[in-house]
Structures are given as structure tokens and as C-alpha cells.
């Protein structure tokens, strides 16, 4: 998931709360620089993004919701785009089909290698077992766990607490 600071958050959504859409209005304390500042971060990742208008801008106080003018005149918005949805856990309404990820795989002979198998074991292993095997210590296994396997690999990761060992992890390939 993306990392968002808060107030990057609470913009975004109350941009997916409009039905426009609209990042305009931001939040009453940001102005200026600041404001500045997290709209560009914001558009540099994607997550937002001008939409120019076909009517010529007129500034309207209520709604405020006009970022810039173009240069002929016309009203350039700002807007949440799918990517910025998607940030803050929110689906898209249209799906458009994303390349499939490239598929990772171990390399073999390596300490993640030989968890791996330790996992696909019969009652799979406990993290005492894995730093047993690999020398690493057990925030590494556990990080290693989320991080590299389920994440990177996608490898489908379960638990369970087993009466004498503790809670042993295990790959539950279908």
C-alpha cells in the first residue's frame, strides 16, 4: 500500500466523497507553499491530476474548486485519479485490466530458499526452527515472512498454534 502522510489522506479523501471527484476544496489550514507542496507530490505520483474545462474560469467563492487557469482562460481542475483510489482503498468504478505482475522466483541454495522448504514441510516450522536453520534472528524470519514470501512471491502463508511447538507457519500450495 502507499504510504500517505495525513494530510495527503484528507485529501484524497474527500476527493473520492465528492461525485465530482474534485480535490478542491483543500483542507481551511493549508494554503500557500504548503499547499503547493502536496498537490505536486500528490500529481508527481499520480495519484491526482489537472482537468482542463471547456468553460472559461470564473472563480466562484462558494465551491472554490478551480485550481489554475489555462492559457486561454479556461478552468483547470484537479481531480483523484484511479491510482489515488486505489492508495486509500477505495476500487475504481471502471476496471481497467492491469498487465499481470512478473512472477518472482527464489533463487536456490539461499537461506529464503530453505525456509521455503521448511514451510512446505509437513506441519510446516515454527520461527525458533527457521532462525535455527538461516542464523537470522526472529524479526528478520517474521519480516521475511510478510514481506518476501507473501508479498513479493505471493505464496500463500498460513498459521496455526500446535500443541508443544508453538505457532507454526506453513505454505498451503491448493
Known amino acids: 500500500m502507499t504510504k500517505l502522510s495525513d494530510t495527503q489522506l484528507v485529501i ?49 467563492p462558494a465551491l472554490n474548486r478551480i485550481w489554475r487557469n489555462g492559457e486561454d482562460g479556461c478552468a483547470i481542475l484537479l481531480h483523484i ?3 489515488g483510489l486505489a ?8 476496471t481497467v485490466p492491469d498487465p499481470a505482475p512478473k512472477t518472482r522466483k527464489p533463487r536456490t541454495g539461499t537461506k529464503q530458499a530453505r525456509m521455503i522448504e521448511m514451510l512446505r514441510d509437513d506441519g510446516g516450522a515454527t520461527i525458533d526452527e527457521i ?18 514470501l507473501k508479498k513479493t512471491l505471493g505464496l500463500p502463508i498460513t498459521s496455526e498454534k500446535v500443541e508443544g511447538r508453538g505457532r507454526a507457519y506453513m505454505i498451503v500450495d491448493d
Open 81 to 83: 485519479t484511479e491510482a
Open 131 to 148: 532462525v535455527e536453520a538461516t542464523g537470522w534472528q526472529a524479526h528478520t524470519v517474521r519480516g521475511a515472512i510478510s514481506g518476501a
Open 12 to 60: 484524497l479523501s474527500a476527493a473520492a466523497q465528492r461525485d465530482d471527484r474534485n480535490v478542491l476544496p483543500l483542507p481551511g489550514s493549508l494554503r500557500g507553499g504548503a499547499a503547493q507542496k502536496v498537490i505536486g507530490a500528490l500529481m508527481k505520483r499520480g495519484l491526482i491530476a489537472e482537468t482542463m474545462t471547456d468553460q472559461l474560469a470564473k472563480a466562484d
Open 87 to 94: 492508495a486509500i482503498g477505495i476500487e475504481p468504478e471502471q
